[in-house]
Nanobody
Framework: VQLQASGGGLVQPGGSLRLSCAAS????????MGWYRQAPGKQRELVAT???????NYADSVKGRFTISRDNAKNTVYLQMNSLKPEDTAVYLC??????????WGQGTLVTVSS
C-alpha cells in the first residue's frame, strides 16, 4: 500500500492550503481516512478524520477552519485548511484504515505558516 500526500508549503498567516493524500495498492475498501500532524518537539496529534459514511471528526483547535473530505472512487482524502495560524505549522501525515483493519501512514507533508 502506498499513500501519496501533497499540497504542503509555506503560507502566510490567514492563508489557505489544500492537502491531498491518495491511497493505492490494495484490493480492499478504505474504511477511515484522516490527517494527523506533528510539530517540532511535540507529540503527533489528530487533526481530522472521516469514515466511509462521511462522518467527520475534528480537533477543537481546527474546528471551523479546516474541512476534511474524501473521494471514495479515487481513495483520496483532502484537507482544506483556511485561516491558517503559525501554530498550525507541522508535518501533516495522512492515515488510512482498511476494512481489514490494516492501517497505513503517509510520508508526511510540511506546512509552514509564517510571515
Amino acid at each position: 500500500v502506498q499513500l501519496q500526500a501533497s499540497g504542503g508549503g509555506l503560507v502566510q498567516p490567514g492563508g489557505s492550503l489544500r492537502l491531498s493524500c491518495a491511497a493505492s495498492g490494495s484490493i480492499f475498501s478504505v474504511r477511515d481516512m484522516g490527517w494527523y500532524r506533528q510539530a517540532p518537539g511535540k507529540q503527533r496529534e489528530l487533526v481530522a478524520t472521516i469514515n466511509s459514511g462521511g462522518t467527520t471528526n475534528y480537533a477543537d483547535s481546527v474546528k471551523g477552519r479546516f474541512t476534511i473530505s474524501r473521494d471514495n472512487a479515487k481513495n483520496t482524502v483532502y484537507l482544506q485548511m483556511n485561516s491558517l495560524k503559525p501554530e498550525d505549522t507541522a508535518v501533516y501525515l495522512c492515515h488510512v484504515v482498511y476494512i481489514t483493519r490494516s492501517s497505513f501512514w503517509g510520508q508526511g507533508t510540511l506546512v509552514t505558516v509564517s510571515s
